[in-house]
């Protein structure tokens, strides 16, 4: 149990398709991150929520669209993938944005897109 | 963007030797985490570190906080089986409190018994 939960854990989806990725935390944390973590590549950061708020959005396709309703739960939003969007997204929550405790990692989605 | 050169970048060692890796960068940093990656996981934290000069165990992983704060090692002593996995380090910049950690590209440690 590592206080961050991410559904699915795996996932393959076409072009066309439209889906979403969830991630739950209930440690009472206020920031949430989405990152894709690819083959031999660092992680990459997608977006960060700070109170439910967007603060950061690395340019990030408008294909991939996020969601904080709350600050337990983050969505996020896929649709009109390409196949080099296959990769590991990883959902991390912290006490606060930057907050030097570091990042709880939720287990990952691991999607294919076909 | 900032980046952190973690190296190297795998390693294949025999179980029960010593590994050493670490993390440099151009910039100061205020901390220094390293992660753990397991096979089809999410990163999970080992070690913290916030200030230069820090030395910090855990059971048989010990890091350090480079004087510098540009740097960071981390070694594991007696590997066994269960250390295969991927390690990150990860930093927050001086004096940016309140931005995102930056991750360098992981080291990938193989062992074989």
């Known amino acids: 149990e590592t206080g961050v939960t991410q559904t699915p854990r795996h996932l393959v989806m076409g072009m066309t398709n439209k889906k979403s990725l969830k991630c739950e935390q209930h440690?009472?944390?206020?920031?949430m991150y989405w990152y894709k973590q690819s083959a031999k590549k660092p992680l990459e950061l997608m977006f960060v929520?700070?109170?439910?708020?967007?603060?950061e959005n690395n340019s990030v396709p408008s294909r991939f669209s996020p969601e904080c309703p709350n600050s337990s739960h983050l969505f996020l939003h896929l649709h009109t993938l390409q196949p080099e969007d296959s990769a590991l997204y990883l959902c991390?929550?912290?006490?606060?944005?930057?907050?030097?405790?570091?990042?709880?990692f939720g287990s990952g989605t691991r999607l294919t897109v076909v | 963007g900032q980046q952190l050169n973690q190296s190297p970048q795998s390693m294949f060692i025999q179980e029960g030797e010593d590994v050493s890796m670490n993390c440099t960068s151009s910039?100061?940093?205020?901390?220094w985490l390293w992660y753990k990656q397991d096979p089809g996981e999410g990163p999970v934290l080992l070690i913290a570190?916030?200030?230069?000069?820090e030395l910090t165990s855990n059971g048989r992983l010990t890091a350090q906080f480079g004087i510098t704060r540009k740097d960071s090692f981390l070694n594991i002593s007696a590997s066994i089986p269960s250390d295969v996995g991927i390690y990150f380090c990860?930093?927050?910049?001086?004096?940016?409190?309140?931005?995102?950690?930056?991750f360098g590209k992981g080291t990938t440690l193989s062992v074989s018994s």
């Open positions: 991390a929550s912290s006490r606060d944005r930057g907050s030097s405790y570091g990042y709880t």
């Open positions: 440690l009472g944390h206020n920031a």
């Open positions: 929520y700070s109170l439910e708020e967007r603060v």
């Open positions: 910039s100061i940093f205020n901390t």
């Open positions: 570190l916030y200030k230069a000069g």
């Open positions: 990860a930093g927050q910049l001086a004096p940016q409190a309140g931005t995102a950690l930056i």
